[in-house]
């Protein structure tokens, strides 16, 4: 991707790795910010960790899930984060708690200033979920029912997904 026309820098992450490790009665999942979260929500689930089953058909990533604190039927990423690693401008590597990311209704303090340009000074490179354990079979009825319900409320073909926020008080904007 070219910077030229954008008075900054334009980076792309390619990391998309992960792992599970398992800990007594839950998990914690580690992935790189790339990594997609359908596909995240799919492996888990079918792995009988529950907590992303809300990301069945959403299409983006783990990094852009947290910047924008993603959700839908009832979850949200802030709710099974445990941290997160960011990059900064200077080059270093540092690691929030999530109770230290800022959440809000898909807010985080991940997202770039608002002005003429916008500017981001932290770059997720991987998260930290945390998952319990719950039957395969279940997780498998949820994702599909979530996947119906997605499939019956979302045009067909591609999508950029859901963009706006739902104004507090009135019917959702979608």
Same mark, same amino acid.
């Given at each position: 991707?070219?910077?030229?026309?954008?008075?900054?820098?334009?980076?792309?992450?390619?990391?998309?790795?992960?792992?599970?490790?398992?800990?007594?009665?839950?998990?914690?999942?580690?992935?790189?910010?790339?990594?997609?979260?359908?596909?995240?929500?799919?492996? $888990?689930?079918?792995?009988?960790?529950?907590?992303?089953?809300?990301?069945?058909?959403?299409?983006?990533?783990?990094?852009?899930?947290?910047?924008?604190?993603?959700?839908?039927?009832?979850?949200?990423?802030?709710?099974?984060?445990?941290?997160? $690693?960011? #990059?900064? #401008?200077?080059?270093?590597?540092?690691?929030?708690?999530?109770?230290?990311?800022?959440?809000?209704?898909?807010?985080?303090?991940?997202?770039?200033?608002?002005?003429?340009?916008?500017?981001?000074?932290?770059?997720?490179?991987?998260?930290?979920?945390?998952?319990?354990?719950?039957?395969?079979?279940?997780?498998?009825?949820?994702?599909?029912?979530?996947?119906?319900?997605?499939?019956?409320? $979302?045009?067909?073909?591609?999508?950029?997904?859901?963009?706006?926020?739902?104004?507090?008080?009135?019917?959702?904007?979608?």
């Amino acid at each position: 991707m070219a910077d030229s026309g954008y008075p900054g820098m334009v980076l792309r992450y390619a990391g998309e790795e992960s792992s599970l490790e398992v800990r007594g009665d839950h998990t914690l999942l580690r992935a790189e910010s790339r990594a997609s979260l359908a596909r995240a929500a799919r492996h $888990t689930a079918g792995a009988g960790w529950a907590g992303l089953e809300w990301a069945e058909g959403i299409p983006g990533t783990l990094g852009g899930a947290v910047t924008g604190n993603a959700g839908a039927y009832g979850g949200e990423i802030a709710a099974v984060l445990e941290s997160v $690693t960011v #990059l900064s #401008l200077d080059g270093g590597l540092e690691r929030f708690a999530a109770a230290d990311c800022g959440f809000d209704y898909r807010k985080s303090r991940f997202q770039p200033a608002a002005g003429p340009v916008l500017v981001s000074t932290q770059f997720i490179v991987e998260a930290e979920l945390r998952l319990r354990a719950e039957d395969p079979a279940r997780l498998a009825d949820r994702l599909q029912d979530i996947s119906r319900r997605r499939r019956a409320n $979302t045009p067909a073909g591609l999508s950029c997904g859901s963009v706006f926020r739902n104004p507090p008080g009135i019917p959702p904007a979608g």
